[in-house]
C-alpha cells in the first residue's frame, strides 16, 4: 500500500459543494432505507461563497477508525446513512498513485484504509438552512475524489441520495432536478442538471433567517408521518406534482419569471398543506413567515405580475427569489420597512452576502431603514406593522455553481502531518 511499512503519510481532497433550495419540494419516501421519493423535485443551487459546506477527507495506514468532526466537534460515523455513503464510495474506488509523494493503493487496500472526514458549513447550522444537502454532497464529492471514483456526477447523486434525499440535488450548479425512478434498487433516482448556473443569472435571491424559538419536526419523521396520516399527498405526488414539474422545466428553460415564481409559490404552500394535513399536524412556518408570505402576495398583487417567488422548507426561513437586481432592492426595501432589525442590531450583520444589493435598496445606515416609506401596496395605515426583530437577518445571494475541489493545500482542513482537524 505505501512505499514502505509503517509509512505514516497523510493523503487528502478539499471539496466545497453549495445547498439547494427546492422550488418543487420533495416530500414523502417511498423505499425509506434506499431514500427513495415518491415523487421528482426540481432545486436552485445556491452561491457557494454565501451558503455552502467545505469538507476535507484523508486517508492514512496511521488511521486507526474512520472519524468524522463536523463544525468543530467529533460526532459518530456509525448512523446507516453516513455508513451507506461510505460503503458506496470505497466500493467503487480504484487503483490510485503518487508518484511525487510516493503513494501507491491500489483498487483492494481502500477497504483497509480508514478515513478522517472534517467538514465546515459557512454559514450558521442553527439557521436552519439546507445544511444536510450541502453537507452529505460534500462528503460524497470528496470521497469520490479522493479514492479515484471515476462515476459522473449522476451516479454520484445517487450515492449522496442516500445520505439525504436533497443531497443529490447539491452535485449540480444552476437548476437540478431529481427524478424519483421507478427501480426498486434505487438505480435510476439520480439527480440531473437542468441548466447551469449562468443560464438565468439575472436572479437574485433573499433569505430571511426568522427567529425561531420552537423545536422543529426533522424532515425525515416530518415526512414518514405525513406519507403514513395524510389523505392529500398521494394526490399530490400523483397528479399534482408531475405536471409541476413539466411546467417548471419550461419555465426554467424559457426565463419565463411569472410561471415560475407562481409554481414556486404554490409548491411551497402545498408542500406546507400536507405538513398541516398530517396527524398530528406539522406547522414549519411561523407567524413571521407568514407575514412575509402575505407581503410579497400583496406586492406581487399589485404589480400585476409575480415579481418575486417565496418558498419555505421544513422551517420559518423565507427564501424569496426576485427577477433581477431591481426587484430584489424593491423587495429588500420592503423587508425591512416590515422587519426592522432589533435596536441593538448593527446593518452590517443585519445584511449579509451579497451587500451590494443593499444600496441599491438606497440603505446605507440604520436611519434609511427607520426612514423608509410604506410601499404602495399598503393602502390603509392601520395594516402597517413594523415588527423589530422577528428576523435574525438576511443573506442576500444567487444561484450558484455545483461542487468544486479546492486544489490549494491551504484550504484544507485538515494537518497534512497529522492528518487531525487543523
Ligand atoms: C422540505 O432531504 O432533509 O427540504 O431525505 O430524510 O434526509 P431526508 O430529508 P431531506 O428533506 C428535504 C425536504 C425539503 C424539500 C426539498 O428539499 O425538496
Not at 451516479?155 to 432536478?177: D, E, P, T, V
Not at 452576502?353 to 443593499?358: F, T, V
Not at 441599491?360 to 395605515?381: T, W
Amino acid at each position: 500500500m505505501a512505499k514502505e511499512s509503517g509509512e505514516k503519510w497523510v493523503l487528502s481532497v478539499t471539496a466545497q459543494t453549495p445547498t439547494n433550495i427546492a422550488v418543487i419540494k420533495y416530500w414523502g419516501k417511498r423505499d425509506e432505507e434506499l431514500i427513495l421519493p415518491i415523487n421528482d423535485s426540481i432545486s436552485v443551487t445556491l452561491d457557494p461563497g454565501h451558503l455552502c459546506t467545505t469538507t476535507s477527507v484523508a486517508v492514512s495506514p496511521a488511521f486507526t477508525h474512520d472519524r468524522i468532526w463536523l463544525n468543530g466537534k467529533e460526532v459518530s460515523l456509525s448512523g446507516g446513512r453516513f455508513q451507506n455513503c461510505l460503503r458506496e464510495i470505497r466500493s467503487r474506488a480504484t487503483d490510485f498513485e503518487d508518484e511525487k509523494k510516493g503513494i501507491k493503493i491500489a483498487k483492494k487496500d481502500w477497504e483497509k484504509l480508514c478515513v478522517h472526514i472534517v467538514s465546515y458549513n459557512n454559514f450558521p447550522t442553527a439557521a436552519g438552512l439546507a445544511s444536510s444537502a450541502a453537507g452529505l454532497a460534500c462528503l460524497v464529492f470528496s470521497l469520490a475524489k479522493l479514492m479515484n471514483v471515476k462515476e459522473d456526477h449522476s451516479q454520484l447523486s445517487a450515492i449522496a441520495r442516500q445520505g439525504s434525499g436533497s443531497a443529490c440535488r447539491s452535485l449540480y450548479g444552476g437548476f437540478a432536478k431529481w427524478i424519483m425512478g421507478k427501480e426498486e434498487n434505487g438505480s435510476d433516482s439520480i439527480a440531473v442538471q437542468l441548466a447551469d448556473e449562468k443560464h438565468w443569472d439575472d436572479l437574485v435571491i433573499i433569505i430571511a433567517v426568522v427567529s425561531s424559538k420552537q423545536k422543529e419536526t426533522s424532515s425525515t419523521s416530518g415526512m414518514r408521518n405525513t406519507v403514513e396520516t395524510s389523505a392529500l399527498i398521494k394526490h399530490r405526488a400523483e397528479v399534482v406534482v408531475p405536471k409541476r414539474i413539466k411546467e417548471m422545466e419550461e419555465a426554467i428553460a424559457k426565463r419565463d419569471f411569472p410561471s415560475f415564481a407562481r409554481l414556486a409559490c404554490a409548491d411551497s404552500n402545498q408542500f406546507h398543506a400536507v405538513c398541516l394535513d398530517t396527524l398530528p399536524p406539522i406547522f414549519y412556518m411561523n407567524d413571521t413567515s407568514h407575514r412575509i408570505i402575505s407581503c410579497v402576495e400583496k406586492w406581487n398583487r399589485h404589480e400585476g405580475t409575480p415579481q418575486v417567488a417565496y418558498t419555505f422548507d421544513a422551517g420559518p426561513n423565507a427564501v424569496m427569489i426576485s427577477q433581477n437586481r431591481k426587484t430584489a432592492a424593491n423587495l429588500l426595501q420592503r423587508l425591512l420597512f416590515h422587519f426592522p432589525p432589533a435596536s441593538d442590531a448593527d446593518l452590517n450583520s443585519y445584511v449579509i452576502g451579497d451587500k451590494s444589493i443593499l444600496k441599491d435598496a438606497g440603505i446605507h445606515d440604520l436611519k434609511d431603514i427607520d426612514a423608509l416609506a410604506p410601499p404602495p401596496e399598503i393602502k390603509d395605515n392601520a395594516s402597517i406593522q413594523r415588527s423589530r426583530g422577528d428576523v435574525s437577518y438576511f443573506i442576500c445571494t444567487r444561484p450558484g455553481r455545483g461542487p468544486v475541489v479546492l486544489a490549494d493545500e491551504s484550504q484544507s482542513l485538515i494537518n497534512p502531518e497529522t492528518g487531525m482537524p487543523k
